[in-house]
């Protein structure tokens, strides 16, 4: 059955993900996706905490962190449409989200010292419970779990651009106050957030060994957004709780 009969839940992949080169010799391998997100997890964690030693001694983050997040977008999109292109711009997407992270966090990390470290362990922890619910199948991806998931991180990405669009104009929303309900936003955004490494898994495990080697780096950019989406939902929501008690 040819592969681009399936389509991926994940919200940064397309259909264009499984579509060609399925003669290659060599195969996407779970292995290579570890390797490669790994090495991205060690180069945004670097870049994070030499900002913070820069932040630390008074150097404003705020264009390391709008410049890192409309870099990580402008090369998700050509990624989107230059697949080909994925072993060099997957690796500047890694670089564009350490600065997003590393002026992100840079705040949190100088007036909670704890509260980054304490968002990664969430994020890992996260991470693995979500795998083992998967591997025992006690949550079973299906068609209608893929849908909810999916429309669920739609309406949050479109919520967030909204508001951002907003903010640009002076208009601020709730979403990013301390109030109760921008309190639950964070934590409904960062539920679905865990809820889509179910779907990075799901397609994972049944494309390795087929699709073409070099979907390895579309795999790992689907896991590393999904994971930094995590990350940020769990420290923001930390942020707001420590503000506020």
Do not use: C
Not at 134 to 158: E, F, G, N, P
Not at 191 to 203: K, N, P
Request: proline fraction near 2%; charged fraction near 15%.
């Amino acid at each position: 059955m040819s592969l681009r009969n399936f389509k991926t839940s994940n919200p940064v992949f397309n259909g264009y993900f499984w579509e060609d080169d399925q003669s290659s010799s060599k195969t996407m391998s779970v292995f290579g996706i570890f390797i490669k997100s790994m090495i991205g997890i060690v180069v945004i964690a670097a870049i994070t905490v030499y900002l913070w030693k820069l932040n630390e001694d008074g150097m404003p983050m705020r264009w390391f962190t709008l410049g890192g997040m409309l870099g990580s977008i402008v090369i998700s999109i050509i990624i989107s449409v230059r697949k080909h292109w994925a072993h060099i711009l997957v690796p500047l997407y890694v670089i564009a989200k350490g600065f997003f992270l590393g002026g992100f966090s840079s705040y949190a990390h100088r007036n909670f010292p704890e509260l980054p470290y304490q968002a990664i362990g969430v994020t890992i922890i996260t991470f693995f419970v979500m795998l083992i619910l998967y591997q025992l199948r006690i949550i079973v991806v299906t068609k209608k779990l893929r849908s909810v998931i999916i429309t669920a991180t739609v309406s949050i990405m479109v919520v967030y651009i909204i508001s951002f669009i907003l903010n640009l104009f002076g208009i601020k929303t709730y979403i990013w106050g301390t109030s109760w309900f921008a309190i639950a936003f964070n934590v409904i955004a960062a539920i679905v957030a865990s809820f889509a490494l179910l779907l990075d898994f799901d397609y994972i495990e049944r494309y390795k060994g087929k699709a073409p080697k070099y979907k390895e780096w579309l795999a790992t950019w689907g896991l590393l957004a999904t994971l930094i989406w995590l990350y940020v939902e769990v420290l923001r929501l930390m942020q707001k709780l420590a503000i506020r008690f």
